[in-house]
């Protein structure tokens, strides 16, 4: 990582570059369902010079902040009656996630920092079809039924669970889609239900990490983490106001090409 300032950003970067990051990133989870990670872990690693882990690390934490923030704030389209109605899928789904979040945490902390690099690329091309694959289906009659459903849920719970930990991100574009394919949900429900999903899921990567040399990040750059935070919550605040005025035909083929971008920019950084 590059030297840092006093106040604890990385050198010719100001609180404005960090607070405006949060908050675009912030206003695409928000409207979307996202923890928004996909985008802000290529500005964590490139634009702000910080090593693999260290940006999973950060990427987790500002993730978290968006999560747990843009539930509430979407409650006015998707209320949470709605999303307690759904409390079957939502446990279905955690009972994979929570395994897949701790092992995929543990995983990182084991790899060097080029290996993480190529797979966070991979990844991020990855999510990025699945992404236009997914949303292009309407909700409907679920894909399975029955108890072939339930152990469908648990593997692709268990599946995202180790992305969402390698990669440090909520795990909402494989949420989303898999709610929708495999549950018949509605988009708008399934973007709050991913939310639900993730935050436990996340909480316990984020507790993996903190047995890593690594956590350390949050605590030296502790100005940074609290700016970019607070442009999170304004961006998710933003994002949940505008959920179901941008239509999906403009805004997914935008997302796509952000996430290609940034698969490109993490392959190719060393």
């Given at each position: ?17 960090a ?15 996202l923890?928004?990670?996909?985008f802000?872990l ?17 990427n ?22 709605a ?15 929570l ?10 902390t ?78 708008k ?16 990567g984020?507790?993996?990490y ?61």
């Amino acid at each position: 990582m590059s030297s840092e300032t006093a106040a604890g950003f990385p050198a010719r970067h100001r609180p404005l570059t960090a607070f405006g990051s949060g908050a675009g990133v912030g206003l695409l989870g928000g409207l979307i369902g996202l923890g928004g990670a996909e985008f802000r872990l290529p500005l964590l690693i490139g634009l702000f010079r910080f090593a693999a882990l260290e940006a999973v690390i950060l990427n987790k934490t500002m993730s978290l902040v968006v999560v747990a923030s843009a539930l509430p704030f979407r409650a006015s389209t998707v209320p949470f009656a709605a999303i307690a109605a759904s409390w079957p899928i939502i446990v279905n789904l955690l009972a994979g996630s929570l395994l897949g979040a701790w092992l995929g945490a543990a995983w990182a902390t084991r790899l060097r920092s080029a290996t993480l690099y190529r797979i966070i690329a991979a990844m991020l091309v990855v999510i990025a079809v699945v992404l236009v694959a997914g949303h292009g289906a309407t909700a409907g009659t679920p894909l399975l039924t029955g108890g072939v459903q339930v152990l469908a849920g648990i593997i692709a719970g268990f599946a995202i669970g180790i992305v969402a930990s390698l990669l440090g991100v909520a795990g909402g574009e494989l949420l989303i889609p898999t709610l929708v394919l495999l549950f018949g949900a509605d988009l708008k429900l399934a973007g709050s239900l991913s939310l639900a999903v993730s935050l436990p899921t996340m909480l316990v990567g984020f507790t993996r990490y903190t047995r890593d040399e690594s956590f350390t990040i949050l605590g030296r750059n502790r100005m940074f983490v609290l700016v970019m935070a607070a442009g999170s919550l304004v961006g998710s605040f933003l994002g949940g106001r505008l959920l179901g005025i941008i239509p999906d035909g403009v805004l997914l083929p935008l997302l796509t090409l952000i996430l290609l971008i940034s698969a490109v920019k993490v392959g190719r950084h060393r």
